[in-house]
């Protein structure tokens, strides 16, 4: 299996700070059909996980453009530009080039 | 609008098998593909398998021998069930719908399953 390491584990931040997470994969995410399906969720507290970026940089439907992905190969990462307090919670990495695998998580908290 | 619900027993003893169903609303099951995820308590997410919009599945190899993930287009429903639960099955057992580049874009609310005698 894929595994998917993120970092860091927790990230406290103030708000209206810009945050940074990290995924690497233990092998490429480029799909035989040239994309590269890696993507971004966040789980707020008490609510199941909520797609933010799909395939590396494509934000899904109503997410803000102050969310934005990068990377290529093994290694990526979500930025929030301007964390406001609707950003707090867990954030995951997920892969489904290979069988679907996910990060360990990232939790963004208050500083 | 696009919703997935699930419904399980709560409570299952060990050893037993646990079935649980995914009822979903505002689109197709011709459509897309559904995965099942789970997640332990205070843990990570884990993939348990997917059914295709064509029946056909494909699960974890973790849970291969004793999962089966079945579906009732007619009643835009999905099943899951699984055999032999041991405690370490205690989790929140999610479907999930793949959508935007495959990407798992719709959840439902979780079912919380307590393995326990």
């Known amino acids: 299996d894929v595994v998917m390491t993120q970092t860091p584990l927790s990230l406290p931040v103030s708000l209206g700070d810009q945050a940074s997470i990290s995924c690497r994969s233990s092998q490429s995410l480029v799909h035989s059909n040239g994309n590269t399906y890696l993507h971004w969720y966040l789980q707020k507290p008490g609510q199941s996980p909520k797609l933010l970026i799909y395939k590396v940089s494509n934000r899904f439907s109503g997410v803000p453009d102050r969310f934005s992905g990068s990377g290529s190969g093994t290694d990526f990462t979500l930025k929030i530009s301007r964390v406001e307090a609707e950003d707090l919670g867990v954030y995951f990495c997920s892969q489904s080039t290979h069988v679907p695998t996910f990060g360990g998580g990232t939790k963004l908290e208050i500083k | 609008q696009v919703q997935l619900k699930e419904s399980g027993p709560g409570l299952v003893a060990p050893s037993q098998s646990l079935s649980i169903t995914c009822t979903v609303s505002?689109?197709?099951?011709?459509?897309?593909?559904i995965s099942w995820i789970r997640q332990p308590p205070g843990k990570g997410l884990e993939w348990l398998g997917v059914i295709w919009t064509g029946g056909g599945t494909n699960y974890n190899s973790a849970f291969m021998s004793r999962l089966s993930i079945s579906k009732d287009n007619s009643k835009s429903q999905v099943f899951l069930k699984m055999n032999s639960l041991q405690t370490d099955d205690t989790a929140i057992y999610y479907c999930v719908r793949e959508g935007s580049g495959t990407a798992m874009d719709y959840w439902g609310q979780g079912t919380s399953v307590t393995v326990s005698s």
């Open positions: 505002g689109f197709s099951l011709t459509s897309y593909d």
